[in-house]
């Protein structure tokens, strides 16, 4: 990830492309594909594909024939066809792998009104385009205002202006159909521009802004993930999960993502385990289920006079106890079952440290006593030598 520019300078600070979010070499921005066909030639008498894929604002991407047969690589700045006027993208593809990329997303390579690429875009391009990116936070805030003074019940997320300046498109969100045909007259009159509403969803808001999730890394929907699978609060309730909607809540306050990535490994391991609605019948009464564990391959169980004393039982006991049950026996109490997992286990304290001891850099210290001893404690008498003449 990144190129030589992101290097460290002399001061010790990275010096950074200074593009604001246009990395020259598309290696710093999301949703980046790897072309992993650039080193092979293509079969002798076959002509490269006529098509490019170009990215804009965050995570907006198009394809446009490149009827000019220019020389486009990834990472070059292009002038590309819009509805009026033109817009300035980069090339994030190229090569056969458009094909296949129009192919996933059902985009139909051999339409002749296919948008085109109209050239490499010239500095004075450029200069231009970075000067409308430096106007969309003054002008967010601005419709931001002029929506609150109208009263309009919406959320205006982003802005994204044309490469040449002439119109810009509002990102917002909203619970209910909104009324901005007055809006759209004020921001009009107020910046002289062209104006789109475009309204989105709260997953697709916080796939544009981007943030850091609770995991402690960028949010998967705003680095690599592509497409929003609908999440459901019983993949929570498959994963044992607390149904608190603060902790399984996004960013955009809809369930997490995440929720699905693990669901399917659980589904396969919960299909040797008893239901979740099992009822065990026993002699001191009826049982039923309260939690299922399946990395122990434990349930528990609770008769419905006590709910609040569980008994842990193993996924074979339960089956044991259901055949039982299907041959109309009960067995005496879930206790007799519970006794057995009982392991009785010694608490052993692990040294973690290593054999050293942590004191073994102090000096070791005397006691009172002892210095009061020595200092009580006179000397021998010294024996004097006898002559022995």
């Not at 950074?16 to 999301?30: A, I, R, S, V, Y």
């Not at 929506?147 to 810009?168: H, N, R, T, W």
Request: aromatic share 8%; proline share 3%.
């Amino acid at each position: 990830m990144g190129c030589s520019s992101c290097s460290t300078g002399k001061d010790g600070q990275p010096k950074g492309c200074k593009n604001n979010g246009t990395c020259g070499t598309d290696g710093c921005n999301k949703l980046t594909v790897f072309d992993w066909l650039s080193n092979m030639s293509l079969p002798n008498g076959q002509k490269p594909f006529d098509c490019v894929e170009v990215r804009f604002k965050n995570s907006r991407k198009e394809f446009f024939r490149n009827s000019e047969n220019l020389s486009l690589s990834i990472g070059d700045i292009v002038a590309t066809q819009a509805t009026s006027g033109h817009d300035v993208g980069m090339v994030t593809l190229t090569g056969e792998l458009v094909r296949v990329q129009m192919k996933k997303k059902k985009e139909d390579y051999t339409n002749p009104q296919l948008p085109t690429i109209y050239r490499k875009a010239s500095q004075k391009d450029i200069d231009k385009w970075q000067k409308c990116r430096d106007r969309e936070e003054e002008i967010k805030k601005r419709a931001r205002e002029i929506a609150i003074i109208l009263k309009l019940q919406m959320k205006i997320s982003d802005v994204e202006f044309q490469g040449d300046g002439s119109k810009a498109t509002f990102y917002y969100t909203a619970e209910d159909r909104v009324d901005f045909r007055q809006l759209i007259k004020d921001m009009a009159k107020a910046f002289g521009i062209r104006i789109e509403m475009r309204q989105i969803g709260y997953r697709q808001e916080a796939q544009r802004l981007g943030g850091i999730g609770s995991c402690g890394r960028e949010l998967c929907c705003s680095t690599w993930l592509t497409d929003f699978r609908s999440v459901s609060t019983s993949a929570a309730r498959y994963q044992q999960l607390s149904l608190n909607p603060q902790k399984l809540a996004g960013q955009c306050g809809k369930l997490k993502c995440c929720l699905n990535y693990e669901l399917d490994v659980y589904l396969d391991a919960l299909k040797d385990f008893p239901s979740q609605d099992t009822k065990l019948f026993t002699e001191k009464g009826m049982a039923f289920c309260q939690k299922i564990d399946i990395f122990k391959g434990s349930l528990w169980f609770s008769y419905k006079d006590q709910p609040a004393n569980w008994h842990e039982l193993t996924k074979d006991q339960v089956i044991k106890i259901q055949e039982k049950n299907k041959k109309k026996e009960k067995v005496a109490s879930l206790e007799e079952y519970a006794v057995e997992n009982v392991e009785e286990l010694e608490k052993v304290f692990e040294n973690v440290v290593g054999q050293d001891s942590l004191t073994r850099f102090d000096a070791p210290k005397r006691t009172k006593n002892k210095k009061r001893s020595k200092k009580r404690r006179k000397p021998a008498p010294k024996k004097r030598p006898t002559n022995n003449a």
